[in-house]
């Protein structure tokens, strides 16, 4: 079981940049393949990031790569979105998932998701 709560998230203008965090509990959480995903108004939810357990794996969706950066803290139970350059299109709300098998960025591996946080990106 692993219980997730996001941070970091509010409203930069064009070119700005926001850190969003995402704290977990549960020991399966230095196990798990942890990714960022989003989800704009009238839209499908999509991938923006993912890390494998250790952090030696990376992907990174087509429109964010360049930009955002994937990271965790398997000490602090922790995995960060560091994100630079922002542009409008990337309003949404940003949520972190676990998942317990491999590495995936398949939507239906992941089984723990937390409540979301709000980024607004100003024009």
């Known amino acids: 079981q692993v219980q997730l709560v996001e941070s970091g998230g509010g409203l930069v203008q064009a070119g700005g940049s926001l850190r969003l965090s995402c704290a977990a509990s549960?020991?399966?959480?230095?196990?798990?393949?942890m990714a960022w995903f989003r989800q704009a108004p009238g839209k499908e939810r999509d991938v923006v990031a993912t890390?494998?357990?250790?952090?030696?794996?990376?992907y990174y969706a087509d429109s964010v790569k360049g930009r955002f950066t994937i990271s965790r803290d398997n000490a602090k139970n922790t995995v960060y979105l560091q994100m630079n350059t922002l542009k409008p299109e990337d309003t949404a709300v940003y949520c972190c998932?676990?998942?317990?098998?491999?590495?995936?960025?398949?939507?239906?591996?992941?089984?723990?998701w937390g409540q979301g946080t709000q980024v607004t990106v100003s024009s």
């Open positions: 998932a676990a998942s317990p098998t491999g590495f995936t960025r398949t939507e239906g591996s992941y089984v723990y």
């Open positions: 549960g020991r399966s959480f230095r196990t798990s393949t």
């Open positions: 890390i494998g357990w250790s952090g030696g794996s990376t």
